[in-house]
């Protein structure tokens, strides 16, 4: 089984829907991003949870949230889709305690906004 | 903030050719630059990592440089094979923060 998986792996919605994108994992790690990747510009950080009740904006923050359900749970919503927001999204998690904070990936969830 | 550039977005090179990517980073205080592999239709993995107080670091055909008096480092592939065939990025982390910057990534292809 996959240390962190994603659900769902594509999505297609329509313009103004809600959606949430989910994250489980089971390497133990607190901390656990959400990355946005589009062609040519990388990875771009979402938001950032450290621990359950920590919460943090990253670069590009505006039109989503997030929920840190539990320790092993981070959940993206997009309150109001729109096709900019057409992108590959991942979820990500690494240990406080290694000196470097490798991060873990899911494999992605393609979403297409129509 | 940092900010990184990588070059090129692709790259084609011949089985059994070197294939080098550069990136440049913006800010001086970064200290920690990782390389990470994205394969078709998986996440990103690192594959090799090095902090400002090291040059260069090797492991197996993958090597990087870091210069940080031009506040750039390189990834180095040598003999590519095949399975080399990825998206690769680079990124950077500021000695104080704990957050990573990536670069736009390049996608390599190794032509059998």
């Known amino acids: 089984d996959a240390d962190v998986t994603q659900t769902p792996r594509n999505r297609i919605t329509k313009t103004g829907k809600r959606i949430m994108l989910e994250c489980s994992q089971t390497?133990?790690?607190?901390?656990m991003y959400w990355y946005r990747q589009d062609p040519g510009l990388g990875l771009r950080l979402i938001y950032y949870s450290f621990d359950v009740k920590d919460i943090n904006k990253g670069e590009i923050s505006d039109g989503y949230s997030v929920s840190r359900q539990a320790q092993a749970k981070f959940s993206l919503s997009l309150e109001s889709a729109i096709p900019n927001q057409t992108a590959l999204y991942f979820c990500a998690t690494s240990d406080a305690g290694d000196r470097v904070e490798k991060l873990f990936f899911g494999s992605g969830t393609q979403l297409s906004v129509l | 903030g940092e900010n990184v550039e990588q070059h090129p977005s692709t790259l084609s090179v011949q089985e059994g050719d070197s294939a080098v990517i550069k990136c440049t980073y913006s800010?001086?205080?970064?200290?920690?630059f990782p390389w990470y592999k994205q394969e078709l239709g998986k996440g990103p993995q690192l594959i090799i990592d090095?902090?400002?107080?090291?040059g260069e670091k090797k492991d197996q055909r993958i090597a990087v440089t870091l210069n940080k008096t031009a506040k750039h480092f390189s990834l180095h592939i040598t003999e590519t094979q095949p399975e080399d065939s990825a998206v690769y990025f680079c990124a950077a982390r500021l000695a104080a923060g704990n957050k990573l910057t990536f670069g736009g990534g390049t996608r390599v292809l190794v032509k059998p």
């Open positions: 090095i902090r400002s107080n090291v």
């Open positions: 800010d001086s205080a970064s200290n920690y």
């Open positions: 390497k133990g790690h607190d901390r």
